[in-house]
T-cell receptor
Framework: EDKVVQSPLSLVVHEGDTVTLNCSYE??????LLWYKQEKKAPTFLFML????IEKKSGRLSSILDKKELFSILNITATQTGDSAIYLC???????????FGTGTRLTIIP | NAGVTQTPKFQVLKTGQSMTLQCAQD?????MSWYRQDPGMGLRLIHY???????DQGEVPNGYNVSRSTTEDFPLRLLSAAPSQTSVYFC??????????FGQGTRLTVV
């Protein structure tokens, strides 16, 4: 059974801090790892990672994938209150065309 | 830019009632899927479709039916609502099995 585990489940930090969110996966025929941000409603896409060791970056957010150790991290530097959200990671595999999601990390930024 | 449109946004049902959650996308995506999101459980796949006329079960399909008669529409039917189906439901579409675009969600309460 495909499985995605995120840690921590929740995190509270002060504005300006740097945070690292973790995602590990056990997925047959792994294809890619995706990160989403969910504020009040629908998840919105952040990154898709398919190759090990290549960092993807968007502003203060960055992410990297380790296909040997089966995990990914999402870093957010200089956090702002607008970063408060649930961050979801999901693994996609070849063959059955499904996304398996983790339970998410709830990030709260205190001003 | 309609993207993925879900209706209704909110619904209250009595136990045993049936209803259909509507989902439509205007991006000509082949892949569509339905998820439910419960506290602490992340997004769990109910049913998905890789194209018109093709559907398959996800992780939690019991109590739900789907059909895909057109590329644009992917309705989710609750056959006989139960309190355990109280949840937030998301429809998603994608050009392949990754980078899903989500609708705004339907909050369903079964009493």
């Amino acid at each position: 059974e495909d499985k995605v585990v995120q840690s921590p489940l929740s995190l509270v930090v002060h504005e300006g801090d740097t945070v690292t969110l973790n995602c590990s996966y056990e997925v047959t025929n792994f294809r890619s790892l995706l990160w989403y941000k969910q504020e009040k409603k629908a998840p919105t896409f952040l990154f898709m990672l398919t190759s090990s060791g290549i960092e993807k970056k968007s502003g203060r957010l960055s992410s990297i994938l380790d296909k040997k150790e089966l995990f990914s991290i999402l870093n957010i530097t200089a956090t702002q209150t607008g970063d408060s959200a649930i961050y979801l990671c999901a693994a996609a595999n070849f063959g059955n065309e499904k996304l398996t999601f983790g339970t998410g990390t709830r990030l709260t930024i205190i001003p | 830019n309609a993207g993925v449109t879900q209706t209704p946004k909110f619904q209250v049902l009595k136990t045993g009632q049936s209803m259909t959650l509507q989902c439509a996308q205007d991006m000509n995506h082949e892949y569509m899927s339905w998820y439910r999101q419960d506290p602490g459980m992340g997004l769990r796949l109910i049913h998905y479709s890789v194209g018109a006329g093709i559907t398959d079960q996800g992780e939690v399909p019991n109590g739900y039916n789907v059909s895909r008669s057109t590329t644009e529409d992917f309705p989710l039917r609750l056959l006989s609502a139960a309190p355990s189906q109280t949840s937030v439901y998301f429809c998603a579409s994608s050009p392949d099995s990754t980078e899903a675009f989500f609708g705004q969600g339907t909050r369903l309460t079964v009493v």
